[in-house]
């Protein structure tokens, strides 16, 4: 089951923490590139992230990555979640299984 985040489009702290995995094996993001691929449930509309963070630290904490969103894209609506890492020439979706993929829930501001 795919872990559900919950934020408010006007939160000031905007970073999420993830570990990536392939084949339920940490991998090393410490020289990947990596984007985040959001994706509106309703629109199927795609926003790239590209502030993605690779903890320092891959050897205590391997594929332990933190997304970075502007206020811009915590727009109200229900996302889903996948990172796109590029290591050397290859590149690989995290997760592969669509139905793990996290569900990030975007609440409009407070009244």
């Not at 408010?8 to 020289?31: H, K, P, W």
């Not at 299984?97 to 009244?111: I, K, Q, S, T």
Request: charged share 20%; glycine share 6%; aromatic share 6%.
């Amino acid at each position: 089951m795919a872990e559900k985040i919950y934020m408010a489009s006007t939160d000031t702290e905007r970073t999420v923490t993830f570990d990536l995995y392939l084949d339920g094996e940490a991998q090393d993001m410490g020289s990947a590139t990596i984007e985040c691929h959001m994706t509106n449930t309703r629109t199927n509309t795609v926003t790239t992230i590209t502030d993605i963070l690779a903890d320092a630290d891959q050897v205590t904490n391997t594929g332990r990555i933190v997304t970075e969103f502007t206020a811009d894209q915590l727009v109200a609506g229900t996302y889903t979640l996948e990172w796109e890492a590029t290591i050397g020439t290859s590149i690989v979706t995290y997760p592969g299984n669509g139905d793990e993929r996290p569900v990030l829930v975007v609440r409009p501001a407070a009244a």
